[in-house]
């Protein structure tokens, strides 16, 4: 793999239900992020990672959660999905947390609908 | 309170320049992002201003007054396939991303 993926791709989740979304970097990056996009709205973001082993709230954390066990990867688990949960679903990555240029590269994206 | 703001469209012709601005406040400050998003896709990165001035960058530049709270993406000889939203965002006093909602940019022949 190269850069960053996500799985899945489109997901149509019963509200109630628990969600993991997953997300893989393979350039190293030390910062991490998971960011929600709706329509008309910029991108917001839900958690952060700075480092492996660390991760902080967002503008909107509530009903999310993340882990961050390693370098590679930065699950975002959704424990008991909502409607308003419905968004499309950005991770990226950055090289160093705390700099200025901190260019981030974004994964594909994840679609998810929940009913 | 952090804002950004970013017109919602402009359309302009293929062969045109365009120029797309925005208005930022945060609290701190430590540079503006320029980033492209085709439609269905990521968003790719374009640019970064931490210095007041112009960066040039092929058919793109963009340009940050810090003093005014205000950058632009100017589009040289446009075409087809720069039809695309542009997001602006700026970096916080945390080097946090706040975000723009993206204007959308359509071009016509």
């Known amino acids: 793999i190269a850069g960053i993926t996500q799985a899945p791709t489109s997901q149509i989740l019963a509200a109630g239900r628990r969600m993991t979304l997953r997300c893989t970097q393979d350039?190293?990056?030390?910062?991490m992020y998971w960011y929600r996009q709706d329509l008309g709205l910029g991108l917001r973001l839900i958690h952060y990672?700075?480092?492996?082993?660390?991760?902080g709230k967002g503008e909107v954390p509530d009903g999310y959660s993340v882990s961050r066990a390693n370098t590679d990867d930065f699950p975002l688990t959704l424990a008991s999905a909502v409607p308003s949960q419905t968004s499309v679903y950005f991770c990226a990555s950055s090289g160093l947390a705390g700099a200025g240029y901190n260019e981030q590269f974004f994964g594909p994206g994840t679609r998810l609908t929940v009913l | 309170g952090q804002n950004i703001d970013q017109p919602t469209e402009m359309t302009a012709t293929e062969g045109a320049i365009v120029q797309i601005n925005c208005t930022y406040q945060?609290?701190?400050?430590?540079?503006l992002f320029w980033y492209q998003q085709h439609a269905g896709e990521a968003p790719t990165f374009l640019s970064y201003n931490v210095l007041d001035g112009l960066e040039e960058k092929g058919r793109f530049s963009s340009f940050l007054s810090r003093s005014k709270g205000y950058s632009y993406l100017l589009l040289k000889e446009l075409q087809m396939k720069d039809s695309a939203s542009y997001l602006c965002?700026?970096?916080?006093?945390?080097?946090?991303?706040?975000w723009g909602a993206g204007t959308k940019l359509i071009i016509k022949p």
């Open positions: 350039m190293r990056h030390n910062a």
């Open positions: 965002a700026a970096s916080d006093s945390n080097y946090q991303l706040i």
């Open positions: 990672s700075n480092t492996a082993g660390t991760t």
């Open positions: 945060t609290s701190g400050f430590n540079g």
